[in-house]
């Protein structure tokens, strides 16, 4: 079974439908509100100074980043609800533009950095990863840094609610009430060549523990 377009799939099906204290108790329970995987790169947040954010959701980082970076940070959502909760936090170093990352225009070599977490690279099939990276590249400047969080798969952990559909990495996400989509979570050699192919090297990992997952942040740099 292979689907290429999880991303639009997910917007109307997932984003669009879960609520958002839904999305925000799961948050809490897997421990990402504390922020752990932005804890773990702190270092090199901290010698950053324009962020993307591809997916910001509700905006659970924002906080996080004002009280322990001096970052500035564009937040791109697409799912309109979740637009309108992070749009309510932007402030003087935090603005949020509504649109799809995959299509909107991006300003050329403006990023010394980007953000994907909470396993933000299922959200796009391999087709649709491509295009991202694609995208990435033209935002970022040359040493720019791509935050990419993913599992730690050699554990062999399925994250909650996946169900594996076949051998393809392809998930079926259930069990958020209304709420469905898909993950495409191919073995993290897969993530790492796509970015490799595209001229980013792979320079750090950093893991950390959520209370559901072993995890690792990992550092991808565009060379110069
Ligand atoms: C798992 S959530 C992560 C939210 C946030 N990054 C965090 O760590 O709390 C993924 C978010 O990415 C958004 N998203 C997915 N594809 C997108 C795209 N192509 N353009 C903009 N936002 C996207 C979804 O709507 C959703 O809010």
């Not at 322990?68 to 309510?88: D, F, H, M, P, R």
């Not at 796009?124 to 935050?147: D, M």
């Amino acid at each position: 079974m292979e689907i290429k377009d999880i991303n639009d799939i997910n917007s109307t099906a997932l984003y669009d439908r879960i609520s958002i204290d839904q999305m925000k108790d799961l948050a809490r329970e897997i421990g990402l509100d504390k922020c752990p995987d932005l804890e773990v790169i702190k270092k090199s947040l901290q010698g950053r100074k324009h962020l993307i954010e591809v997916g910001c959701g509700y905006g659970r980082t924002f906080d996080w980043l004002i009280n322990n970076t001096s970052v500035s940070l564009k937040g791109i959502e697409k799912s309109k609800q979740l637009y309108q909760i992070a749009v309510a936090k932007k402030g003087t170093r935090i603005s949020i533009e509504l649109g799809d990352f995959l299509k909107l225009p991006i300003e050329n070599k403006t990023y010394d950095g980007a953000l994907l977490l909470w396993i933000a690279t299922t959200d796009y099939s391999k087709e649709e990863l491509n295009l991202l990276i694609k995208q990435l590249k033209k935002g970022l400047c040359a040493g720019a840094i791509v935050y990419v969080d993913y599992l730690d798969t050699a554990l062999g952990i399925s994250p909650k609610n996946a169900i594996l559909q076949g051998s393809d990495g392809l998930y079926q996400v259930k069990g958020l009430k209304g709420a469905k989509g898909y993950a495409y979570i191919p073995d993290f050699s897969v993530i790492q060549s796509a970015f490799e192919q595209s001229g980013f090297s792979h320079i750090d990992e950093k893991p950390y523990i959520t209370s559901t997952n072993r995890k690792k942040i990992h550092l991808f740099e565009l060379s110069v």
